[in-house]
Each structure stands twice: as C-alpha cells, then as structure tokens.
C-alpha cells in the first residue's frame, strides 16, 4: 500500500515534459513522454528549434519492445564542471561543462526499466539508453534503435554513403532533400563496399541552415555496440538511426546493466564551436591507463609511399600465392620494399631530421595473395620476409635513437590475427618496437560480420585494451571511425577510418575541400593518421602515363600538419623528393604534434579553416590555413601570440601562380619579425594552403 | 601439336571404366567415366555390389561446378604396405596396406584439373577430391559435394540425426528406409540442438544388409573442411554427403592445391573387421609431433561427477551473473565443488591408488551464467574462483607425484577462447599442468557458425597444434568428431564427440546398446573420453526423488575400460563410492591405458562386444566383454595369452541376480588360474558385462 502511495507522489511532482538548458542557456532540451507513453525530445538553440519532435526507442531481437507505454518514475539533475588533461591533445586541460538529467522510465506491463541520460553542453546535447541490471531484463538483443534526429528544414550537408564496411569516401555536399547514395562515384578506389541503402548515410553528419546553423549528428564512446548511421527521409528532413548489424541481422548482444553509446547533436551559429568542440571526447571514460609516461607523440616517416607510387613493392616474390612462402619457393622480383638495407636509409634519415620513428610495411611474409581471397591464414605477423632482418635494423635504429613502428596487416582476418596477437606483440616487446599500425583491409573473417558491426567494434577496442597492457601504442587503419575511445585508451594514439591521403596516388583521390571537411566530421572522435607532406603531387613524376595527383598546393600540404590534428604526424612522402625541397621540409621537421593550445581563428565546412596551436612544453606557435578549390584573401590578427614577446616567423605559402592543378609545386618562404598586435594577410591558391611557424625571440 | 598428339595417346591407353582389387582382392573398386564426362564408382564385397554406380563431384559457388564434363587424361597406380608405430593406440604397429589409384581429370570446357584418389583396402574403400595447384582454379567455395554412396537393399542401419552442433544423441536401430529424424526422442538432454532436416544422419553411419555384410560410411582426416553428415533418400537406399554449411550457406573456403578429407566405406562380413579397422587413422597424415616422449596415457580421477549428481556445483556463487566477479560481488553458496581442500582430497585419493591424474572442473571464475545465453565474454582461463589456489593445489599434487588437468570450458566462445589461448597456456606451464580438457557447450560465437562447420573443425585442430607446439596433451569434449587427427598430432590423446556416461546422471541417458555401437562408429576416428566406472548406478542414491540411472551393471562399468579404447580413462565415481567397492575397484586400479596388441573375440554392433588387450610393455592382459539390454553367455577360449604360460585371471563378473534395471550394483569378483588353452564361459547380466585381468605367474 505504502508502494502505491510512493508512486503516486512522484506521478505528481514529475512532469511528464520538462525543458533543461545547457549552462549557457543557449542550448535547452525539451523531454516529454507521449500519451502512449512513448519517450521523445527536442532541442532549441536560442529559442530557435533545431530539432523537432522525435523519438526514442529500442527495438528487441524476440521481445516487447523498449519503446513505449513507459512512465517517469524518477529523474536525476546535476550538474558538471571539471577539467582534465589529456595525456596527448590540441590543448593541455580540457573542461567538461554541462547539465545532465536522467529521466527513469519504467515500462508497467513487462516491468522493465530503462534510462535515458541528456547532458546539454553549451555546444550540444548528447543522450543515451541505459539499462540498469534487473530482475526482468538480463542478456537481450538489439534489433534496432528508433532514436530519431529530425530536422526542421532542407540543410546543406557533407554526407558519406551508410557503408557497413568504409568510411574511405570523398564527401558529398548536397541539399538534405537530394541525399541518395546513387549521387556517389563508385569508381572510387574503395576495395570493399557494403552500401546500406539509397537513403542511409554515415554519421558523423555536418550540416549547416539556410540562416546559417551549423549542425552536427554523431555518437560518443561506442562500446560493444555498433557503429550508427542513419537513416533518411530526404523531403521530410528526418534521421532515424541505423545500427550496423551482422550476418544474421542482430545489431547488438548485451547484458544488462549497459548502456547504449552517446547520440550528439552539436550545434552553433559558429562553425569554429563545432570545430573545436571536445565534447565528443568528454562524453567518454577518463584513462583507464595509470601510468601513461611511455604513450609519446611522434612524427614519422616510413617505407610506404614509395609502394603507393609504384617504385617498389609490398610482397617480396610477386607469386600471388603466400602459401609458397612455407615450401621456400619464395623468390624475390627486386622490388621489395621492406628491406634492410632500405630500412637503414629511413633510419638516416629520420635520425638526421630529427624525426621520432619509422614505419615500415611489407615487412612480414604474407603480402604475395594478401587482398581480395576472403582468406583466413594470410599473415602471422612474427615472420619476416628472407630480406629483412629484425634484429639488424632494431639494433640500427636503437644506435640511431630512432623508434621503429610495427605494422599489422590483417587483411581483415581478424580471426586470425586475434589468434596471433599475444605472439606479435612479444615480438615487439622483444625488439623495442613502441607502436604499432594494423590495418584492415579486405572483407571481415569471422565472415558474416562488418567493420562496423559489435564485434569488430569490440575488437578495435580489445586490440587498444590488450596493446596497453603491454604498454604498447595504436594506429589503427580501416578500422571503425574513432568516437573518443582515445580519452579512455591514450595509447590509441590515432586511427585512419576516413579518406586518408593515398587514395590521391591511384585513385580519383580527394578534392580540395576534402580536408576542410574532415575536421568537423572525422576528426571530431579522435586524431588521424592522414599522412599529409607530399611535395612530389603528381604521379607522373614516378611514370609519364598516370594522371592521378595529389589534390592540393605544396604550401598547403604543409597547412595540414596544423590544420589535422593527430599526435602521430606522418612525413609521408620519398626522403629524396624532401632533399630536394630542404627549405619547405624544415616546416614538417619544425612542426609540433602535441599541444598546449589550440585557436582555430576560421572555419567553413567545406571551404576553409585556419586553426593556430601552441606547442606543448614550449613557446612556439604554428598556423595552418587551408582552402577548397577556391583561391582565398585572408587577414588574420596574431593575437593568440604571447603580449609583449617578438616572434620569428616562417611563412611558407603558395606561390603567385600556384594552382594545385596547373602549378600545385609553387611554394614560398618568407620569414618576418611579428608580435601579437601584428596582422597578416594571406593568400591562399586554389587548393591551396599556409603554414607559417612562430619562433619566440629571446635576447 | 606435339601436346595435341600426346593427349590423343592418353586418351587411347587409359580405359574409361577400371577395376581395381584390395590387396586380399575382397573388395573392388569400379571407377568409370559418363557419357557426359561424370566420374562414377562403385564397391563390390567378394563379387558382390555393396555400392551401386554413384556419381562424384563438387559444386562451387558462383563458378561452373566441377561434377561433370571430365576427361580422364592420366592415372597413377601403386601398392602400399607399411608399418607405423602410434604414440598410444590400441596395438603397438599399425600396418598400413593398400592399392592406390588416381585418376586425373581435365573438364575440358573450363581447362580445370581434379584428381580422384582411391585406396583400396581389405577392410574397404576409401576415395577423396584433390585440387592441384593450377591456373584456373585457385581460391575456392565449395557450396556443397555431390559424393552418392548407393546401397543396394534396406540394411540395418544405427544413426544419429544430422545436427550442426551436435553429437550427443542415443542411436537409433531402424530399418534404412524407416529412416526419419521424427523418430528421435528430442527430450534427451541436449542443451543445442541444430537438426538439418527429417532425412540426413551423421556419419559414421553403422549398417548391416540382410545377408550379414557389415558396412560403414564415415570420413578421415578431416582437415581444412567441414563435418559430412548424409543426406537419405529411405525408400531408394540412397546417401549422399550433406557437407556442414556456415550461416551464408557456404561449406569450405579452399586454395588449390589442397584435397578433401577422406571418405571411407568399410565393408565385412566379419563386424570384428570394422571394429578393429585402423582405417581411418592410417588415412591421416603421419605424426607432426617429432618429440613425443611427453605424450603420456593417463588415467584420472576429478571434481566432476559430484557436480552432475547434484552433489557441488560449478560456480561459486549461484548469482546468475558473472560481471559481479569483476565487482567482487562473488558470494560463495558453500557447494563450490573445485575448492582447494576438495581437491588436495582427490590428489590422496589418486595418490593413494596409482591414478595419474586429477581434473578440477569449476576452478576458475564465470561458471554463475556460463551457458545459454550466447554471451561472448564468459571465461578467461586464467582467472581461479577465491577458493581455488593454483600454486597451493599444484605444488601439493606435484608433492604427492600426481599431475593436475586443466579444464578450459569455452561455452562455446571460441572467439573469447583464440583470444585468451596462449595466456591459458602460460599458466598452465607454470604451474606444470601437463594436460586440458577442452569445452564447447553452447552456441558457437562467432556467430553464425556451427560446431561442425569448416571454421569450428580448423579450431579444434588448431588448439591440437598449438598445444603441441608448447607440449600439451589435449581431451576435447563438445568438438566435431575425430576422424584420425590423433595420427597427426598425438598429443590429441582423446575427445568426447559422442553421448557421454554423464547423460546418464540427468538425462533419459543411454540405452544398454549404446556401448555396443560407439566402437563401430565414434570410435573408429580416436579415443573417447567416456567417464566409465560409476559404481553408485542409481541416482536415487544422491536425492531419493531422481529416477535417473545409469543404464549398466557396475561389472559392465568395469569392462567399459577395456571395450571402449582410449589411453585417457577417467575413473569416474566418486571416491567414496570406489572406497566401499574396493575389490571392484581393484580392476579400474589395475587396468592397462596404453596397448602392445587387442584381439576382438566378438562383436555385433547394437548386442555385444568382447576385446582382449595386452598391455605396452608388460604382460599382462585384460579383457572386456559386455551387451545390451539382453543377458548373454558366452564361451570364450584364451588363445591369445602367450603359450606356456600360467596367469592368474581376475574375473569381475555380474551377481546372478545383476540386471542394470533392477539390481545393477551385483556383481562378484573371483580368481582363477589360466593358460592360453583354457575355456572360460561368460554370463552377462540384462545390461551387464565381465571385465577380466590376466596377471602372469613367474616363478
């Protein structure tokens, strides 16, 4: 009776909708529960909506849905300011500043409880479903999530195609009503697709209004759950969610008590607050790794391009059959890569540019059939080929004060390389290796999953786990897009997980406005491994008959090391081709990767960004300003700078005539005195970009 | 033209339609090729058609299928008879005798090669699919194989319905043509059950035709391939093989060159000949293992039987939820089986009575939710319950000279498993567990794959190489049936694969028949963990309300380790059961695990079974003899003991009054001296046995 009396009580002082506001005000959530008692939101910025009424909901693999006939029994308020320093960063602390409820719903016929969590951040709202442990919910399926964006006019946005296997498209820009997967070239260079539907599309989604709204959907911390994309309904501006499923439809195994991942909705009226949000990395766990002393930025070069360019080889014998490599019949083409003696060059060169490490991929016996066969035994990831010897070039690099990187190629068999892990890292361990790259090329073994179904999701995050317990650090290539995991595993140093560079040296590569979109999409969930620093742009400087180039200016290839944050900064291209461009390679050589604090002074998605860090440890700062196809004017003000301090400053820009189809190769570098009430003009070319380093002056 | 002309020859000197004979010249191959290019064969037993015409061939997916269009270009004919020495086996020499022919084929439309390889042995025919190395065919999916074994009449048939994931079924006696999965009691015990459809049974299928020939359909090495299970067509005594597909319906990913396993027909009209086959084994590959002084037979007591009786449990705590492991939430229930005082009991007791072992089962943490629920994260292998003290249980059983057995139950999260492996293998080299006994109970993840499939077959062979390559013995249970993989890799001392004594203590359990028909099927692919020696028959025993029992006398209990072959035996009871049986238990004490030679004196599969062994390196012998459900005596003479020479024979034979219903646990035990000359004559109780030491007398 007394438990009767209870619920009446919070039937009375609970509403049953309820508007929260993000501590700035800007931002305010409306909650309500509907008369079926179906849980839905909304969400206004300044008192404009932004996302009307929608729905949220889980569907069960056979039982009653979590979706409806529920009640609020309780809610939680709080609120939340607190710093934290990423052990790797664009800035040393980062704050954590939102208003969080937790609306306790209970679905009376089955008796079911379920959660939903906001957090209103001054640039977003994020909410979750949470299943706390119960009597009548314990293991169950998701079949489908019914979390609904929808929107309240036709936006432009930048959308990739729902891929259950690539995120490695250029984006498209089109209205919101004209989204449809048929738009894209396939003829794109991405080996392995598994396009969802005409009118499914990835997350994260940029989007900006006609009144000029910047927007932002996407997810935080996925965590044995699947990648989300979402579904469309072009001329009603609706998004619905879309979980990755596997083979035989499930989206996702749980027990109770769990959680689904944080859904966002980023939005301003600036697109520099999207940009430069955080939010994405505060909606996941602190470090789970106590001592982070050995997880160190790096900047690297390695043998890699010289592959994607044709000068030489992954698999050493070209036999397309790696089973020969077990009867010895292995025999080399002389186009091998990865050999000693190559690896040795690296090394000087590295060594005597200052740079941290080398990777070096085709290493491993296994590259002669390692693509396209859906095969399970391709690599094992401790055998070297017969020209590469590990001890000889670990023991170089060791006398040379240069880290070599490991490179794990799963060719997607993951199965296989799960079997091998404990093995390969010993072998790192073994030789010193800090790092290493996986990749994961190819279709999915155990077959019948996706890249970005639950399990490979749980596998990315296991390799992180399992890499850090050996105090080891990740590059992860092919993999999932990141969603923050980095702030929980510091040593998943950086991914891939979008267009990266290569796709310009034999594909139909990237336009311009390629890179002025990655950083309020990709970037948003953790550092990429983009491997920008091609000074050789054209393929036909390798061999007369290939017309695939880099999309870009030299000048701007440079801009990239700032404007794309990551920890782990390639300098991709031939060490000879930077021998012979010695004053524009001192940009790449001065170049910070870890940061005290970042500005990012502009910002359009797909048209610009002009971003300005300060080197962690230290007083010098660095800009990177990049453009579309479009040539840009620019004024910037240096205030950023320390008051009072004269700085040197290095400009390196494009040239007058440069053009990153017709004069891509024109650069300029120019140095000048500057403090922080200076102004700068720059001039960027079509596809073009600046870089420019400020070196304190002390007396 | 030179080819042209070459091809012609062929063409003229290699008959389309050959006979090939056994050694004996018993048995007779016929091999022939269609009008329309099919490779057919067919079995003659003494002049006698045993299988009719049947067709041959391999359907791929999405390429033309290679079961028609071939020509016979070359053949290769030869004569085998060797001798080899098994690690542990049944004899101390196997001769391996045999013709062999290939005949190699060309589809002439597609200029792809297949190779058809028959053996012909006295015991029966045995033919695979070889796939050479060659350009038109390098990888490959088999979608199904149309392999037709046609009979020429409606035998006797013992079968097991045709489940992916399991084995564990009672046999069914029927009429071929009465053939019928509806006919099999689905109440019996089995946790996962994936029937494939009303007409298919597992291989090896046991038949006997109305005029007395005994005939065997089964498979060997198996390898790289799934399980063949057979399609029935009743009423016209047609099988076909019904590979085991995975969830995309697909059956094996191959690379040339590479062949499938084994398919075997034995044919006798003497059923010993099938029983004492080493067939299958001998169509394995020879050992891998070089060193093999490790692999020792063992015989073993364990914290086991006490959990199936309902004595202790598994798990530690009964909460139903494992995580709360990770929160140290465990609260013991007080009847945790596998504590470390429970076990230093069973290391005295093993001790005590010359055993050589101890299994601790429900050691290590996660048995609260360990099965059913499809969860993928259940065990790590290396992680003890509270009160389970590894280094405190190891070091008390390496003082008392016994070694302990690792229990790895997977739940069938193989994934989980592959990933934990070798840290479970650590662990167990650090404390000098020499030995594990695998687990698969419950639904295979990765999801989407059967126990039977090609995936899951690669795994159990898989764990059988690796814990070779750190020297570990391996006793699978919830595994694929072995099909002579323990040829190859030795330390592979014995699986379970079948319907175990265990079903006996919760279950309708096993017919009196059921021990009569295993060694014509089961056991003709490797040793058996079967867990015989239960001396308290009656469930009742343990919890007045059970009806349950083990379907046996105990005398037949003791006969169990003579009949049923395996060089690991379990004595499976309790220790105080054995205690108040002492003199019974004097033969399980005494009984050899590891033979010099075995003489089966009888045996019709479904009635009864009688084997003398010898035991490796001694002289002593034992014998076993033991029926169904029907009582029977038996007139044995003792040829096989040495001449000359005196032995003090043991009999434990069944009470007068012995019936395995009404009173299974009579039985008497009585010494009498013996030469090779002498008579003896059995009295088998309904469900009964005799089990028999023969100890030399030197003066």
Redesign the interface.
């Known amino acids: 009776m007394k438990k009767t009396v209870l619920f009446i009580f919070f039937f009375c002082v609970l509403a049953q909708a309820q508007d929260i506001e993000s501590p700035s005000k800007k931002i305010t959530l409306h909650f309500a529960i509907s008369s079926t008692g179906v849980p839905t939101y909304s969400v206004s910025y300044s008192g404009k909506k932004i996302i009307t009424e929608s729905t949220l909901g889980i569907l069960l693999k056979g039982e009653k849905s979590l979706d409806n006939h529920f009640t609020l029994i309780q809610q939680d308020n709080k609120s939340v300011d607190e710093p934290w320093n990423p052990v790797l960063g664009e800035q040393k602390t980062i704050q954590n500043r939102y208003h969080q409820v937790t609306f306790f719903l209970l679905q009376n016929e089955t008796n079911r409880k379920m959660n939903i969590c906001f957090k209103i951040y001054d640039e977003g709202v994020a909410f979750r479903y949470e299943f706390p442990?119960q009597e009548n919910l314990?293991?169950f399926v998701i079949s489908e999530e019914h979390t609904q964006f929808n929107l309240t006019g036709n936006h432009k946005t930048f959308w990739l195609p729902g891929d259950f296997d690539s995120q490695e498209y250029p984006y498209t820009e089109s209205k919101f009503s004209d989204i449809n997967t048929d738009l894209v070239d396939k003829n794109n260079g991405i080996g392995l697709k598994s396009i969802a539907g005409n009118f499914v599309v990835q997350s994260p989604l940029m989007m900006k209004s006609n009144d000029g709204i910047y927007i932002n959907i996407f997810e935080a911390a996925v965590v044995n759950y699947p990648v989300m994309h979402l579904d469309v309904i072009p001329n009603e501006f609706r998004l619905g969610s879309h979980l990755v499923p596997?083979?035989?439809g499930?989206k996702a195994?749980l027990?109770t008590p769990c959680t689904s991942p944080w859904r966002t909705i980023m939005i301003s009226n600036d697109a520099r607050d999207i940009v430069s949000s955080k939010m994405i990395l505060n909606l996941n766990e602190p470090s789970k790794i106590s001592d982070t002393s050995w997880i160190k930025p790096m900047k690297y070069v390695g043998i890699w391009w010289e592959m994607h360019v044709g000068n030489s080889t992954w698999d050493y014998a070209g036999s397309?059959?790696a089973?020969n490599a077990a009867d010895g019949q292995l025999k080399p083409t002389g186009k091998h890569g990865a050999t000693t003696g190559n690896t040795k060059k690296y090394i000087d060169f590295a060594a005597k540019n200052g740079f941290d490490a080398v990777l070096v991929e085709g290493w491993n016996v296994g590259w002669e059939d390692w693509f396209g066969?859906?095969?399970?035994n391709v690599f094992d990831f401790t055998t070297p080929y017969p020209d590469f010897y590990v001890k000889e070039v670990t023991d170089y690099a060791q006398s040379k004060g240069i880290k070599m990187i490991m490179h794990h190629e799963t060719s997607g068999s993951v199965?296989n390389y799960?079997?091998h892990?404990?093995?390969a890292m010993e072998l790192m361990k073994q030789y010193g290796y800090p790092a290493v790259k996986t990749g994961y090329v190819g279709r999915i073994i155990?077959?019948?999953?996706y890249h970005d179904g639950q399990?490979m999701v749980?596998h990315y995050n296991?390799i992180a786990q399992r890499m850090a317990e050996n105090k080891l650090m990740v590059n992860s290539h092919e993999s999932s897009r990141p969603t923050g995991y980095s702030r929980t595993y510091p040593n998943y140093i950086a991914a891939e997980a979008a267009r990266g560079n290569e796709f310009n040296a034999w594909s139909v590569g990237n336009p311009p406005m390629h890179e002025t979109i990655l950083p309020f999409t990709r970037l948003l969930g953790g550092p990429m491994d983009y491997t920008p620093g091609i000074f050789e742009i054209k393929m036909s400087y390798y061999n007369p008959t290939k017309k695939e180039q880099v999309h870009t200016t030299l000048a701007k290839q440079l801009a990239l090391y700032v404007t794309m944050y990551s920890p782990l900064q390639m300098a991709a291209d031939l060490p000879e081709n930077y021998e012979r461009y010695a004053d524009a390679f001192q940009f790449i050589k001065d170049v910070a990767v870890d940061w005290q604090e970042s500005k990012y002074l502009e910002a359009e998605p797909g048209d610009y960004i002009t971003v300005a860090r300060k080197e962690k440890n230290g007083e010098r700062w660095f800009l990177g300003a990049i453009t579309d196809e479009h040539a840009r004017m620019t004024t910037l003000k240096l205030d950023f700078l320390t008051p009072g301090q004269y700085y040197d400053a290095t400009f390196y820009e494009d040239g007058e005539t440069a053009d990153w189809k017709k004069n891509p190769k024109s650069y300029s570098v120019t140095k000048m005195r500057v403090t922080n009430t200076s102004k700068i003009i720059l001039h960027l070319a079509n596809g073009g970009g600046t870089a420019i380093s400020f070196k304190p002056i002390f007396n």
Chains 1, 2 share one sequence.
């Open positions: 442990k314990n293991y596997n083979t035989l499930d195994y027990q397309q059959n089973q066969n859906w095969k399970e199965a799960e079997r892990l404990d093995r155990p077959r019948g999953e399990t749980n296991y």
